[in-house]
C-alpha cells in the first residue's frame, strides 16, 4: 500500500519537453486516471513512475522512498502494457507465473496465486495456451492476471482497452474497476478516453502538452471545468463555446443574447452543455436564434445544431422533437447553466 | 469450387515439374557423380578411355576384385591422417561459433536497444569490414603473428575467424533483435528482471530462430574458409578444406586425387546432416521475424 508523490517532475528531450513540472500527490488506494489527447505525456509520465523512463528534473516518491534511482524491478510495481508485452514462448499459466519466478517468491506458492489470479479475471480453461492463440480480450486479462498476481504496491496500466472492440470494452472496464476495489491498490490509469476517465476514475488529471490542466473528481471536471480546453475536452457532446463580449451582465454575440450573467465587461468565452440547455416556448426564454444548420437523431434524443457566437452550438432536445434545416429556432440558454471563461487565456472566470 | 479455381493449367505444371528435374540435376548432379566415383580408384573415374568406366569401374575391379572400393577412404583418413584435420575442423567451427555468438548476442542486443545513432555509424563500419575479402586482412595479420610467434595455431585462426565474422553476425543479430518489440523487456523489467535477467529469460528463448540462423551462418564461415585456415596454420593443425587442397596440390602419386575426392565426400556429408536437422529454425529465422502475437 502506498501514497505516490509527483514533485514537480518533468521529461525533456533536448528542448522538446515531453512532461513539464507534474507536481501530483496520489493517496494510497486511489484511483487516478491520466486522461488527454494522444501525445500529451500521459504515457511518459507514467514510464518514469515505473522507472521505464528517467525524469529530467523533480522528485518520484513511492512510499517514504525517493524511487528517481531506482530499478523498476525495485520500485514495487506492477504494468499493464498497452500492447500487453506478453512473453510469446511462455504459455499463459508461465506468463502469469512469471513474476514470481524472477523475484524469488517461495515457490510452493506459485500455483495457488497464480490460480487465484486467473480466477479473477476468468482465465482458469486457457492456461495452457500461448499468447498467440488468445484473442485480444484474453491476452489483454492475461496482462491484468501477471499484474496481480504479485500484489504490488502500485498498478500502472496504460491505455489496456484501447485494443479492444467496443463491447469488450465495456465489460473489461467493469472488471477492472471491481478489481481495483477488491485489492485495494494505488492505481494510475492512462486513457485519452473521457468516458473511461469517468466510469473509472476516484481523481482525473486532464493533460495538454504536457502540463496538467486540471485534477478534480469526474463529477467536478465535468461541472465546473477550470478552462476552455478541459470543457471542449470532457463530455460527449463537447461544451458548447461561443465568443462574444460582457456589458453589464448581458453577454452578445451574432444570434445571441444572454442576461443575468456576471463576471468582468468586455471580450469573453462563454460555454454551456448541450443537456443543459433546451428549444424555447417562447420568444421570452430565447437566448439564441438562429437558423437550424443541422438536427441529428440520437435515438434518446434531438440534437439541433445552429451557428451562433462564431460556432456550432449544440442543443439537446427532446426525442420526438422535428424541425427542417434552415428553419429558424429559439433556443432557451439560462444564465445558471453558462460558464465564463478568459477570452484569451482560457481560464475559468467565476472562483 | 476453390480448389477448381486454383488448379493451375496442365501445361503450367509440367513446365514447372521439368525446371525443377532440370534444376535439381544441375545442382545435385556433381555432389552425386563424386559420391558414386570416390568408391572409384583414380583411373576409372577420371578415365580418358571411356568414360562410363567411372559408371561401371571396369578397373576398380580389375584391381580389388569388387566394383567400389574404399581405397580413397582409408588413404585419406588412415594413411594422410584426415581424422586431424576433421577434429581441428571440429575445434575452430565449435569455437568460432560459440565466441561469435556470444559476442554477437550481446553486442547485438545492447545495439538494438541503444538510443544512440552511433550505433548506426557502428553497423555501417562493421558492414564494409564484412565486406572487405578476407585474404586483405589476413597478409596484414601474417607479420605480427610470426613475429610473435603465434603463427600456425588453432587459436589463432579462431582469432582471426572471429574478427572476420564478427560484423555479419553482429548486423545479422542485432536486425533479429530489432524486430523483437522493447515491451518485451520493459514487462520483464517491471515484472522483476535487471536488464540481463530479461535478455536471459524472455528475449533469448523469443530469438532462438535468429541465433541458430545466425550461429549456422558462422558454422559454415568457418566450416568452408580457405583463406584463413591455408595461411595461419601449420600442416599439423590444417582443417579439412586446406587439407583438401593439400591432396589436391600434389598429383604426382597416384591415389592423392582419390584422397581429395574422398575427403570432399567425407567433408559434405556432416553439411547436408546439419541443414537437414535445423531447417525448420532456418526457414523461420530467415524468413519471419521472431516474434508472432
Ligand atoms: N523517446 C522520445 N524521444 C523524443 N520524444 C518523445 C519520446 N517519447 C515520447 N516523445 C514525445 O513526447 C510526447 C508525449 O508522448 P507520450 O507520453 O507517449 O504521449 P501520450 O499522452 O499519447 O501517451 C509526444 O509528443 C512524443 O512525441
Ligand atoms: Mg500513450
Not at chain 1, 517468491?105 to 506459485?110: E, S
Not at chain 1, 470494452?169 to 473521457?194: C, F, G, M, P, W
Not at chain 2, 548476442?105 to 538494438?112: C, M, N, R, V
Request: aromatic share 10%; glycine share 8%.
Amino acid at each position: 500500500m502506498a501514497e505516490i508523490q509527483l514533485k514537480n517532475v518533468s521529461k525533456r528531450w533536448g528542448s522538446f519537453i515531453g512532461v513539464d513540472n507534474f507536481d501530483l500527490t496520489i493517496a494510497d488506494r486511489e484511483f487516478l486516471v491520466l486522461l488527454g489527447p494522444s501525445g500529451c505525456g500521459k504515457t511518459t509520465t507514467m514510464r518514469m513512475i515505473a522507472g521505464l523512463e528517467e525524469a529530467t528534473g523533480g522528485e518520484i516518491i513511492i512510499g517514504d522512498q525517493v524511487v528517481n534511482d531506482l530499478e523498476p524491478k525495485d520500485r514495487d510495481i506492477a504494468m499493464v502494457f498497452q500492447s500487453y508485452g506478453l512473453y510469446p514462448n511462455m504459455n499463459v499459466y508461465e506468463n502469469i507465473r512469471f513474476p514470481l519466478k524472477v523475484r524469488k517468491v517461495d515457490p510452493a506458492t506459485h500455483d495457488e496465486r497464480v490460480m487465484r489470479a486467473a480466477d479473477m479475471v476468468e482465465l482458469r480453461e486457457f492456461l495452457h495456451r500461448k499468447p498467440a492463440e488468445l484473442s485480444g480480450g484474453q491476452r489483454q486479462r492475461v496482462a491484468l492476471a501477471r499484474a496481480i498476481v504479485r500484489e504490488p504496491n502500485v498498478f500502472l496500466m496504460d491505455e489496456p482497452l484501447s485494443n479492444l472492440d467496443a463491447k469488450l470494452r465495456v465489460s473489461t472496464r467493469a472488471q477492472i474497476k471491481n478489481l481495483q476495489h477488491e485489492l485495494k491498490v494505488t492505481t494510475i490509469y492512462v486513457t485519452h478516453d473521457q468516458i473511461e476517465a469517468m466510469t473509472l476514475a476516484d481523481r482525473v488529471v486532464v493533460m495538454q502538452r504536457g502540463v496538467i490542466q486540471q485534477v478534480g473528481s469526474p463529477t467536478e471536471i465535468y461541472d465546473r471545468p477550470a478552462n476552455t480546453f478541459v470543457a471542449a475536452f470532457i463530455g460527449s457532446p463537447a461544451m458548447n463555446l461561443m465568443e462574444g463580449t460582457l456589458s453589464g451582465g448581458v453577454f452578445t454575440s451574432d444570434h445571441v443574447r444572454i442576461a443575468g450573467l456576471t463576471g468582468p465587461d468586455g471580450p469573453i468565452t462563454l460555454g454551456f452543455r448541450a443537456e443543459d440547455a433546451a428549444v424555447a416556448h417562447d420568444s421570452t426564454d430565447t437566448e439564441i436564434s438562429a437558423p437550424v444548420y443541422t438536427m441529428e437523431l440520437l435515438g434518446d434524443a434531438t440534437m439541433i445544431t445552429v451557428k451562433a457566437g462564431g460556432a456550432l452550438v449544440s442543443v439537446k432536445a427532446n426525442k420526438d422533437y422535428r424541425i427542417e434545416i434552415d428553419e429558424t429556432v429559439g433556443l432557451h440558454i439560462p444564465a445558471e447553466i453558462c460558464h465564463l471563461f478568459h477570452h484569451e487565456t482560457g481560464a475559468r472566470l467565476d472562483g | 469450387m476453390a480448389a477448381a479455381a486454383q488448379r493451375k493449367p496442365v501445361s503450367l505444371k509440367v513446365a514447372s515439374l521439368v525446371f525443377i528435374v532440370i534444376w535439381l540435376m544441375v545442382a545435385a548432379f556433381p555432389f552425386f557423380w563424386t559420391l558414386w566415383g570416390s568408391f572409384k580408384v583414380e583411373l576409372d573415374f577420371f578415365s580418358i578411355a571411356d568414360w562410363t568406366n567411372a559408371l561401371t569401374g571396369d578397373l576398380t575391379k580389375e584391381t580389388y576384385g569388387r566394383p567400389f572400393t574404399g581405397a580413397g577412404y582409408y588413404g585419406a583418413w588412415v594413411q594422410e591422417e584426415f581424422w586431424r584435420a576433421a577434429l581441428n575442423t571440429f575445434i575452430v567451427c565449435f569455437f568460432v561459433v560459440v565466441t561469435s555468438l556470444t559476442i554477437g548476442t550481446l553486442g547485438g542486443y545492447a545495439l538494438s536497444r541503444s538510443g544512440h545513432n552511433y550505433v548506426f555509424w557502428l553497423l555501417i563500419a562493421a558492414l564494409i569490414f564484412r565486406a572487405m575479402p578476407p585474404i586483405t586482412l589476413v597478409s596484414g595479420y601474417l607479420p605480427p603473428f610470426f613475429q610473435w610467434n603465434l603463427w600456425g595455431y588453432l587459436p589463432t585462426a579462431i582469432i582471426v575467424l572471429v574478427a572476420i565474422n564478427q560484423p555479419f553476425t553482429l548486423w545479422m543479430l542485432h536486425s533479429f533483435f530489432q524486430k523483437i518489440p522493447k515491451d518485451l523487456d520493459e514487462s520483464a523489467k517491471v515484472d522483476g528482471c535487471t536488464q540481463f535477467q530479461a535478455f536471459r529469460f524472455v528475449i533469448i528463448p523469443v530469438m532462438w530462430p535468429g541465433v541458430i540462423t545466425t550461429g549456422l551462418f558462422s558454422f559454415l564461415l568457418a566450416y568452408n574458409d580457405f583463406a584463413v585456415t591455408a595461411m595461419l596454420l601449420n600442416e599439423q593443425n590444417r582443417t579439412m578444406v586446406p587439407k583438401i587442397a593439400a591432396f589436391l596440390g600434389t598429383t604426382y602419386t597416384e591415389g592423392n586425387v582419390m584422397f581429395a575426392v574422398a575427403a570432399v565426400v567425407s567433408a559434405t556429408v556432416p553439411l547436408f546432416l546439419l541443414v537437414m536437422v535445423f531447417q525448420r529454425q532456418i526457414v523461420s529465422g530467415l524468413t519471419a521475424g521472431a516474434v508472432k502475437g
